[in-house]
């Protein structure tokens, strides 16, 4: 199977609206990973060796797309 | 079946790194539609009223995901 890995750092109201992304990938195809970079800090050499410049980020493939959803003001009221 | 949409503006570059989310999306609980603004800007209402700031961008199930490649160095040789 094909490898995707899905790097945040926990910030809730992304947590939500990125977890979309997660959900809707296909598993039957693809490993998933999910890595909480802020709990689990010995693994940002590895993101950044993928070309990581910030999170959440996916790696599919070996290609790094880095994702924003910037939270609406609804979500922070 | 939940929506994705996908809308782009036919960057190469871009085209080829980001249709690896639309290949691992699972098709068979999602419709997934591909929308090239550049070649169908009657759609580009539609983008903006699912808060879409900039291409390429994913809306899944209502929430609007910016999604940033960058072109590497490599690619623009």
């Given at each position: 199977m094909?490898?995707?890995?899905y790097?945040?750092?926990?910030?809730?109201?992304c947590?939500?609206?990125?977890?979309?992304?997660v959900?809707?990938?296909?598993?039957?195809?693809?490993?998933?990973?999910?890595?909480?970079?802020?709990t689990?800090n010995?693994?940002?050499e590895?993101?950044?060796?993928?070309?990581?410049?910030?999170?959440?980020?996916?790696v599919?493939?070996?290609?790094?797309?880095?994702?924003?959803?910037?939270?609406?003001?609804?979500?922070?009221?």
């Amino acid at each position: 199977m094909k490898k995707v890995t899905y790097y945040h750092a926990g910030c809730p109201v992304c947590v939500e609206a990125e977890s979309k992304v997660v959900d809707a990938l296909d598993k039957s195809r693809f490993d998933v990973q999910v890595v909480h970079l802020g709990t689990d800090n010995t693994r940002i050499e590895e993101a950044e060796a993928q070309g990581i410049k910030s999170v959440p980020a996916l790696v599919i493939d070996g290609i790094a797309l880095h994702i924003n959803y910037g939270a609406s003001i609804e979500a922070l009221k």
